[in-house]
């Protein structure tokens, strides 16, 4: 019975490195292509998509403030277009919240690994 588990166990060793080392062909196939001449072809790609999300959630937060206050002003009238750009706004900072909230967790999780 411990040899089968044994077997499986090595089976699944094995099948886990090919599906690596298959994702990084992929992974430097996609970087040789994008033209990263950095050490670390993913880490420029992740903080580049990281920053420009955040920064669309700025811009989101930015337009409804400005729809807000022209609406305070009385320059504009349709409450509907400042309801919706509140809402866009709200639910793009929770989904970055959420996001952070995941990479915080999985750098905990990382961290306590053992090595």
């Known amino acids: 019975m411990a040899g089968v588990s044994v077997d499986s166990v090595m089976a699944l060793r094995q099948s886990i490195l090919q599906r690596n080392s298959a994702l ?3 992974s430097n196939g996609a970087a040789a ?4 001449a950095s050490g ?3 880490a420029a790609d992740f903080t580049d998509a990281l920053r420009s999300a ?7 937060q930015n337009n409804a403030s400005d729809a807000a206050t022209a609406f305070e002003r009385g320059e504009t009238t349709d409450i509907a277009a ?3 750009a509140k809402q866009q ?3 793009g900072f929770e989904t970055t919240l959420q996001v952070r909230n995941k990479l915080l ?9 053992p090595v």
Request: hydrophobic letters at 45%; glycine letters at 16%.
């Open 33 to 36: 292509g994008a033209g990263g």
């Open 54 to 60: 955040i920064n669309g959630v700025n811009d989101l």
């Open 89 to 91: 706004a709200s639910i």
């Open 82 to 84: 400042v309801m919706l």
């Open 40 to 42: 670390k072809p993913g």
């Open 24 to 26: 990084q062909d992929v």
């Open 105 to 113: 967790s999985a750098y905990k999780d990382i961290m306590s690994m």
